[in-house]
T-cell receptor, first 111, second 112 residues
């Protein structure tokens, strides 16, 4: 079956621009996570959606970051007024409760 | 105290040896435990899950869980150079939201 997909795979943007990153989870998975990973670093938790519960936004680094999940499926992570320190790989993962499955990630470069 | 702790390594083992990776967690009520492998430049990949005390074997991999000691380990038998990667431990939070909590990973190098 289809795994988690993310788009775009790469995004280069100028400092100050807004970007949207998309995640299509595995069908039927109720949980969805967004993580950020800088080169050589661990996973940085950003936000967690679980079914119809209010999302856990405790990992969002600033109010420039927001995410939504429409219809319990597709999710979009939006970064406003991007900064160079936002450059990283953004990973989406989904779960049905027995481990999470990651997408290939979006590599974001802010110039 | 970090919620999930791993030695960062690097851990270096010769080809054919057993690699032992360790993870401790702070939430005594945690129920589900996972090991992921991440190759450089790739996404993490689920390799083992374990839910009850004892050992669980899958090919060359064995996960060991000791809830009393809040300890979970991963053994890789007959290590191969292709096992060289970062290994991440993840634990399901026992709270209502069941959020997955991650260790920072242990870098493993297998030398031919």
């Amino acid at each position: 079956g289809a795994g988690v997909s993310q788009s775009p795979s790469n995004k280069v943007t100028e400092k100050g621009k807004d970007v949207e990153l998309r995640c299509d989870p595995i069908s039927g998975h109720t949980a969805l996570y967004w993580y950020r990973q800088s080169l050589g670093q661990g996973l940085e938790f950003l936000i967690y959606f679980q079914g119809n519960s209010a999302p856990d936004k405790s990992g969002l680094p600033s109010d420039r970051f927001s995410a939504e999940r429409t219809g319990g499926s597709v999710s979009t992570l939006t970064i406003q007024r991007t900064q160079q320190e936002d450059s990283a790989v953004y990973l989406c993962a989904s779960s049905a409760g027995t481990g999470v499955y990651f997408g290939p990630g979006t590599r974001l470069t802010v110039t | 105290q970090k919620e999930v702790e791993q030695n960062s390594g690097p851990l270096s083992v010769p080809e054919g040896a057993i690699a032992s990776l360790n993870c401790t967690y702070s939430d005594r009520g945690s129920q589900s435990f996972f090991w992921y492998r991440q190759y450089s430049g790739k996404s993490p990949e689920l390799i083992m899950s374990i839910y009850s005390n004892g050992d669980k074997e899958d090919g060359r991999f064995t996960a060991q869980l000791n809830k009393a000691s809040q300890y979970v380990s991963l053994l890789i038998r007959d290590s191969q150079p292709s096992d060289s990667a970062t290994y991440l431990c993840a634990v399901h939070n026992a709270g209502n939201n069941r959020k997955l909590i991650w260790g920072l990973g242990t870098s493993l190098g297998v030398n031919p």
